[in-house]
C-alpha cells in the first residue's frame, strides 16, 4: 500500500512539482491549496506525511500546523515545512512550532522526493532526524546572527 502524502500549498506550481516527483517514486498524493481545505483533507485522509506551505492567505502554515497539533487524530502526522530561501525566521519558527523538517524553495523535484523517501524510511529516520536537528541549530545561529546585526 503506497505511503499517502499531502501538499498543502496555494501555489500550483509546487503542487504539480510534488505531486509529479512523488507519484513517479511510487506515493499516493493529494493536495489542497490552502490551509482551510489541507486541515479538511488531513482529517478525512490521515496521510502518513505533510508538505506544508508556510505563507498563505488566510490561513497561514503555522497555524495549520498549530491546529493539526491539537486534534487528536493529526497530532502524529509529521509535517516537513515548504519556505522560500532566504526566510529564516519563518523557518526557526516552524521548527520551534513542532514542524518535524522544513525545505527551502525552489527544490528541485528529485531533491524533494528523495527527502521524503528518506524522512518516511523507517531505516533513514533518525539519520533525518539527526540532519533536521543540525539545520534547526544552523538556523537558530543564522537568525541570532541576523537579529543582532540588525540591533546593532
Known amino acids: ?15 504539480k512539482m510534488a505531486t509529479d516527483a512523488l507519484v513517479a517514486r511510487g506515493f499516493e498524493v493529494h493536495s489542497a ?17 505533510i508538505l506544508l506551505d508556510v505563507v498563505m492567505p488566510d490561513l497561514d502554515g503555522h ?3 498549530r491546529r493539526l497539533g491539537k486534534d487528536e487524530r493529526t497530532k502524529d502526522i509529521p509535517i516537513i515545512h515548504l519556505s522560500a530561501i532566504g526566510d529564516f525566521d519563518q523557518q526557526l519558527a516552524a521548527m520551534d512550532g513542532g514542524l ?6 525552489p527544490i528541485k523535484s528529485s ?4 527527502r521524503v523517501e528518506a ?14 536537528h543540525q539545520r534547526a541549530g ?3 545561529a543564522i537568525v541570532d546572527i541576523m537579529h543582532r546585526d540588525h540591533d546593532a
Open 1 to 15: 500500500m503506497p505511503k499517502k502524502i499531502l501538499v498543502i500549498d496555494d501555489e500550483p506550481m509546487v503542487i
Open 33 to 49: 491549496p490552502n490551509g482551510y481545505e489541507g486541515l479538511i483533507a488531513a482529517h478525512q485522509l490521515r496521510p502518513d506525511l
Open 63 to 65: 497555524e495549520v500546523a
Open 100 to 105: 518535524t523538517d522544513y525545505i527551502t524553495k
Open 111 to 114: 531533491d524533494l522526493a528523495d
Open 119 to 132: 524522512f518516511l524510511d523507517p531505516a533513514q529516520r533518525e539519520k533525518a532526524g539527526r540532519d533536521a
Open 138 to 140: 544552523k538556523l537558530r
